[in-house]
Each structure stands twice: as structure tokens, then as C-alpha cells.
């Protein structure tokens, strides 16, 4: 894995990590289009007031400002700042492009996002995030709620990434459940439950008790609540005899049991019902979900999201959506730092075309641009130095083939092409040669045991 830059937490990748970055990026793009989701872009800045409007910390938020004020004094720009996330800018655009989508609105979106934590492996500064969205007009079907789980197991399933699971949760239930035993703030409930995996139950059951106001009992009954953990749908038997009666505990447990059934009959084992996750983000409303990998659970969640009623709202006209975001730059940290992929070489390169004399370069322009004619990247040496030299160049690059073209003395041109791997070399007409097909572009996979 590439060394820190100097600006920590602002990673940068060498060539061949970056084509393991690529191979994620590639992946959840195939993925999301498959099941499909249209491909936006929004702009890397929105007002202050846009980012901050759902209580987000502005501590942890860049803002952006130009070095010097307009000398001719004229009017100065609203306080911009560099979104943190893809959701509260999503949700700004579809109110300004309302009257241009149709609905439901499918939305995948791939782009870099900032915000100010304390770098440490998981967490930068500056990264990636791929977010998926469903957004009704009005209202939208409970359904989606149930795909938005599937088509996220079906991208992280194709990634090289340990085994994972996606662990999901209903905030209808949760709230339902905290009114039932009669604690009436439920984001403040919530928001101390989303400690619980950092500080442990003890220490949140007495901030339930400090910050909430809860009696000892409720604190007990809300970590009992918490405490269920399921991978089919007997958490409702389990929430059920508990002893609370609410109605909105009721539509939570059937809309949680609706996920849970679907995904125990399409991806058995990838998803559980844990009741402990809560989403700190007060705009979450339903289905929440969080994904963490198995063995590495320290790394935090490397993919969630949830519900949301009026995140994107205009006037009485309101856009409920469900959406995942992946944290790509926290996957791919992780499967550098532990070796769990590579590609296969650091450059697109598949061959390199040597020069038998400074004259040739030209000629040997003539072979390149009828090998990237047929989608075969290749590149010309630069100089006409011994063939071993050259083909030492090609070695170090991690360029799989040399090209030789010779000259006899009747003017007639030979062609052959040597996989410097084996160092089988054998006749090859630029006009129908091929690389065997594993070596016509990188690509990324398991690590190659270099055995002994």
C-alpha cells in the first residue's frame, strides 16, 4: 500500500492501487446500471445553509472561499462549503430538476466528498462515496426498501472484499417501541443507542438515564430491545414478547419482517435484523441499514443507509426516498492494508514495440496504431537501445509482451511478438495478432501465492 501523503488524510494511490480502485468503481457502476439506476453528478459545493439545514456538526465541514474578496467591492457570494456526504446534496437536486425527473427516481452517484475527522484507516478526508437512490414523489412504495438490500448485496457480492453483512433495522420499530415504554424523545434514545458498539451497554444505559431522562427500567428494556439480533424473522417473536404495545411498533415489525424474508430467500446469510443499529441521522424515518465485514468489524460500516420521509422537500411537495451509500476509499484502504487484491500489473500497457534502429520509429508507429486499433494498448520504445535492454524496460513497467519487426535485405518485414514471462516468441501480424485474452488489460483478483 502506498506510503501517507503529506497531507494526511487525503490518501493518494499508486498506479497499481489505483486500477484496484478502479476495479470497485467499475464494479458497483456495472452493478447499479443492471439494476436500473441512472448515473447523476452533483457540484462539490452547496450553500452553508443547505448542508447544515438537517443539524449535521459544521465543525466537520470545509468550507470554501476564494483568497482574495473582488476589488470592485461588488456583491459578495453566499458561504459555500464542500458537501460531506452525497445525500443532503441529492436531495437538492431533486427539487431544482423536479419538473425535469420522472418518478420514482432511480439514482446512482459516484463522486469524491470531504469531511473533517481525525484521519485513521477508514477515515479520510477527502474520499469517494457510491450512492444509490430511490425517490418517490408524494410517496413512495415500501418495496423499494426491500430491493435497495438486495441490489447492495448483489454489488458487494462481486467485490474482493471478506465476507460482509448487512445488518438492518426499522426506526418505525425502534420509536414504536421507546413510546411504548414511554420515553416520548426517540432521536435522543437513538442517538445514545448509536454509541453502544464504542462505549458498551453500561455506559449507555446511564446516558439514557442522564441525557433522556429514562428510569432504570426503560434504559434495561431499550438494551433489551437492542440485544435481539436475528438472520431470519423470529426477532418479532422475540420484540413481541417484550410486553410493548404501540402501533408504530407494529408497522415497524411487519416492514422489518418483509426485508428480513426477502433477503433470507435471495442471499441467505448476508443480512441479519439488528436491532441495534439506530443511524445517528435524525432524517432517517424507516428501514435503516448498516454493513460491516466479518473479521474486520472495527473498521466501522463500510455501507449504510436508510428510509428518509422529507429529506428533499418544496413547499407542501415532498420526495421520499431509501438509499445506500458505500464507502469506496474505506473498501479499498482495507483491501490494500490487508492484501486481499491486486491487479495483475501496474500499467494498461500489453505491449511494448521495440526498435531495431532510431529509423524505425516511425514504422513502429504503424504496428501500434493497428494493434490499439483492435482495443490491444501498447506503446512504442522510446529508443532504439540493445533488444535486452529494452526488453528489461518492458519487465520493470510490467509490459507482458515485446513486439520485433526486421528487415531483410530484399525489404521484406517480419513480425514477432515474445511474452517475456516464458520467453516464448513466435511469428505475428499486426493485423490479427492478439494477447491471449487475461492479458489485454489488467486485471484485479486474489493475490498470487509466490509459493516456494
Same mark, same amino acid.
Not at 476564494?66 to 453566499?78: A, S, V
Not at 495483475?344 to 505491449?351: D, E, F, G, H, L
Not at 511494448?352 to 482495443?375: H, P, T, Y
Given at each position: ?10 490518501? &493518494? ?32 459545493? &452547496? ?58 427516481? $432511480? ?17 479520510? $478526508? ?83 438515564? &442522564? ?184 519487465? $520493470? $513497467? ?25 520467453? &516464448? ?28
Amino acid at each position: 500500500m502506498a506510503s501517507k501523503t503529506s497531507l494526511s488524510g487525503f490518501p &493518494e494511490w499508486l498506479p497499481q492501487e489505483r486500477l484496484v480502485e478502479l476495479h470497485v468503481l467499475d464494479t458497483l457502476r456495472e452493478t447499479f446500471e443492471l439494476h436500473g439506476f441512472s448515473s447523476i453528478e452533483t457540484r462539490a459545493v &452547496e450553500t452553508v445553509d443547505q448542508l447544515l439545514r438537517k443539524g449535521e456538526i459544521d465543525k466537520e465541514v470545509y468550507g470554501v472561499s476564494r483568497l482574495q474578496e473582488d476589488e470592485d467591492g461588488g456583491p459578495k457570494e453566499g458561504q459555500l462549503a464542500l458537501h460531506f456526504d452525497l445525500t443532503v446534496p441529492f436531495a437538492r437536486y431533486v427539487v431544482d430538476s423536479a419538473g425535469h425527473l420522472n418518478f420514482p427516481f $432511480r439514482r446512482y452517484q459516484i463522486q469524491k466528498v470531504w469531511r473533517g475527522e481525525r484521519p485513521q484507516e477508514g477515515r479520510a $478526508r477527502e474520499f469517494t462515496q457510491a450512492d444509490i437512490d430511490v425517490v418517490g414523489d408524494g410517496a413512495l412504495p415500501f418495496r423499494y426498501d426491500v430491493e435497495m438490500a438486495l441490489v447492495i448485496i448483489d454489488a458487494l457480492s462481486k467485490l474482493p472484499i471478506p465476507e460482509f453483512v448487512l445488518r438492518v433495522n426499522n426506526r418505525k420499530l425502534a420509536e414504536g417501541f421507546y413510546r411504548g415504554i414511554g420515553l416520548s424523545d426517540a432521536p435522543a434514545v437513538l442517538r445514545e443507542l448509536d454509541k453502544l458498539e464504542k462505549i458498551g451497554a453500561q455506559a449507555v444505559a446511564a446516558n439514557l438515564i &442522564e441525557n433522556v431522562g429514562a428510569t432504570q427500567d426503560q434504559a434495561d428494556a431499550a438494551l433489551k430491545l437492542a440485544s435481539i439480533r436475528t438472520e431470519d424473522a423470529s426477532f418479532v417473536e422475540q420484540v413481541r414478547a417484550l410486553g410493548v404495545q404501540d402501533e408504530l411498533l407494529d408497522e415497524g415489525l411487519a416492514e422489518l419482517e418483509e426485508v428480513v424474508a426477502e433477503a433470507v430467500r435471495r442471499a441467505p446469510g448476508k443480512l441479519v435484523a439488528d436491532l441495534s443499529i439506530a443511524r445517528g441521522l435524525d432524517y432517517y424515518t424507516g428501514t435503516v441499514y448498516e454493513t460491516v465485514l466479518v473479521g474486520h468489524e472495527k473498521l466501522g460500516s463500510v455501507c449504510s443507509g436508510g428510509r428518509y420521509e422529507s429529506l428533499a422537500s418544496s413547499g407542501k411537495r415532498t420526495f421520499p426516498g431509501v438509499g445506500l451509500s458505500v464507502g469506496v476509499t474505506r473498501l479499498v484502504s482495507r483491501i490494500l492494508s490487508q492484501g486481499l487484491a491486486e491487479a495483475s500489473r501496474s500499467v494498461p500497457t500489453a505491449v511494448l514495440i521495440s526498435l531495431v534502429d532510431e529509423d524505425s520509429w516511425s514504422e513502429a508507429q504503424d504496428v501500434a496504431q493497428q494493434l490499439r486499433a483492435r482495443g490491444i494498448s501498447c506503446e512504442v520504445s522510446a529508443s532504439a537501445a540493445k533488444f535486452g535492454k529494452q526488453i528489461r524496460h518492458a519487465d $520493470r $513497467r510490467g509490459i507482458p509482451f515485446v513486439w520485433f519487426s526486421t528487415r531483410d535485405e530484399s525489404g521484406a518485414v517480419t513480425h514477432e511478438v515474445k511474452d517475456i514471462r516464458s520467453g &516464448e516468441q513466435v511469428p505475428a501480424d499486426p493485423a490479427s495478432w492478439m494477447p491471449p485474452t487475461e492479458d489485454l488489460r489488467p486485471s484485479v483478483g486474489a493475490p498470487v501465492s509466490s509459493g516456494d
